[in-house]
């Protein structure tokens, strides 16, 4: 366990992991704003951190992993209005929506999925201390704003000084604000917003800003002081830098020990952006491919390397999980636990210790891929499947899978046996054209055949 070395957002380098508590992670990351489909972007974030769980459990500590659902914002009371439904109504919906995605790409469930309406009382506390600090005042407007200018470290974990920030970052002008970089705590209701968006408070009725969310959830479940947040690296700044400004100006000691950031998503080397129609949710890529597939596709980059989608690179993937599968077809899905003694086992443990470079753990699964083929060895067979499971792969029958047609709906299983059955009866009558050509059909469907020992003949997909 002491081998893990983490990049720290915070200080630019990668540091040996200590934990605060020894055996012991807790471990906070920014979820979703439920007002919409998740895109692969948020496939990316979670897959990213799903990851970083897996290998902490598998390390031997104790994880406490909290990921946090906002359920109240400007974007969902706005979606809620012009839907004529109720808040609820619409974050109910759409939080369905989000637990049917994270199932089908297999990622762990947190030990905690904290909804923002549930912790008001906690966010008016430290919004309560930061006024009492001289760390919060309320603007003309009825707002309570977070004063960045008295807050002495406010921009460390962005590296930059506050008026690096003011010149380099799009900051709203506003008259009831001191300082541009000001970040609201409590929105003063306005007679427009639905009831349900209204809380009481001693500066009147309002609702929170979306940082001091994070602080009350995080701090209320892991405590003032813990191990690791996590979000995506649009997150770094003004988000996690607020969260940093409000939950150690209201403690007065330190947040977070480490941060860690995942990389962008881009689409065909462009950034994501539903203005250059490149935007995709989940569930359309799931339309198409393999819910493993995205899963392998997003695990086999570097979490902090920018990650490039487009469907040549799924198409690679797909293929690339294939290898691995096809090493698996004549052995059963069973479970079994990893030897970490074993060669492959001590690099993958190598890699994944190295920042959770799963490239390279990637790597060793495929080398020992080649050995299970090479060998035959059923040990070997055993190792690989267990070693891919602690990534959240290979968990599925290999046949299964090889054969599957799983996002495209276009498998008729029915034809795909009538033919082989042609092509066994055209082999017999030696018609080896025809049953060349039936082959070549087949192939061209994407689908290839292997004549086993026997007179056997299996299909898969290519």
């Known amino acids: 366990m002491s081998d893990l070395q983490i990049y720290n957002s915070l200080t630019r380098e990668k540091e040996v992991f200590i934990p605060i508590e020894p055996g012991k992670v807790r471990m906070y990351v920014c979820g979703m704003t439920v007002y919409d489909f998740c895109h692969i972007g948020h496939a990316r974030m979670m897959l990213s951190f799903d990851v970083v769980y897996r290998w902490l459990k598998a390390s031997g500590y104790e994880v406490t992993y909290v990921r946090n659902i906002t359920d109240i914002d400007d974007k969902i009371i706005a979606r809620a209005a012009e839907n004529h439904e109720t808040m609820p109504e619409l974050t109910a919906r759409f939080i369905r929506f989000m637990h049917e995605d994270i199932a089908a790409l297999g990622i762990l469930s947190p030990d905690h999925e904290p909804r923002a309406t549930d912790y008001v009382p906690q966010m008016l506390e430290i919004i309560r201390r930061l006024e009492e600090k001289g760390l919060a005042y309320r603007s003309p407007d009825g707002d309570v704003n977070y004063s960045v200018r008295d807050f002495k470290d406010y921009g460390k974990l962005s590296n930059r000084s506050l008026d690096d920030l003011r010149a380099g970052e799009r900051v709203e002008i506003s008259a009831d604000k001191r300082d541009p970089l000001d970040f609201v705590l409590w929105k003063a209701a306005k007679s427009s917003d639905p009831v349900e968006a209204k809380w009481d408070s001693s500066w009147g009725p309002g609702r929170p800003g979306w940082h001091i ?112 599968y096809t090493s698996l077809k004549d052995w059963p899905a069973e479970k079994a636990a990893v030897d970490w003694e074993e060669t492959h086992a001590r690099r993958f443990a190598e890699a994944m210790n190295d920042d959770f470079n799963t490239p390279v753990a990637v790597a060793v699964l495929f080398e020992l891929a080649n050995e299970v083929n090479r060998s035959g060895s059923v040990a070997q ?26 996002g495209d709906g276009d498998i008729d299983e029915a034809r795909i046996m009538k033919l ?28 290839v055949l292997e004549d086993r020992p026997g007179g056997v003949t299996e299909w898969r997909r290519s």
């Open 213 to 324: 969310e994070c602080s009350a959830m995080s701090c209320q479940l892991l405590g003032a002081h813990f191990d690791i947040h996590g979000g995506g690296a649009d997150l770094q700044f003004p988000h996690h830098e607020n969260e940093i400004a409000q939950s150690e100006g209201a403690s007065g000691h330190k947040f977070v020990n480490y941060w860690m950031h995942n990389g962008f998503v881009r689409v065909d080397d462009e950034k994501m952006s539903k203005s250059l129609g490149n935007f995709f949710t989940i569930r359309e890529v799931l339309e198409k491919y393999d819910a493993e597939v995205l899963r392998f596709f997003v695990i086999r980059t570097h979490y902090r390397s920018p990650l490039n989608y487009s469907d040549a690179h799924l198409e690679d993937a797909r293929a690339g999980l294939a290898r691995l």
């Open 381 to 406: 067979a055993r190792q690989l499947r267990a070693l891919a499971g602690v990534l959240g792969l290979l968990e599925r029958d290999a046949r299964a899978f090889l054969q599957g047609g799983i």
């Open 420 to 447: 082989i059955d042609a092509r066994s009866a055209a082999k017999k009558a030696k018609n080896f054209a025809e049953a060349d050509k039936i082959r070549d059909e087949l192939l061209a469907d994407g689908i």
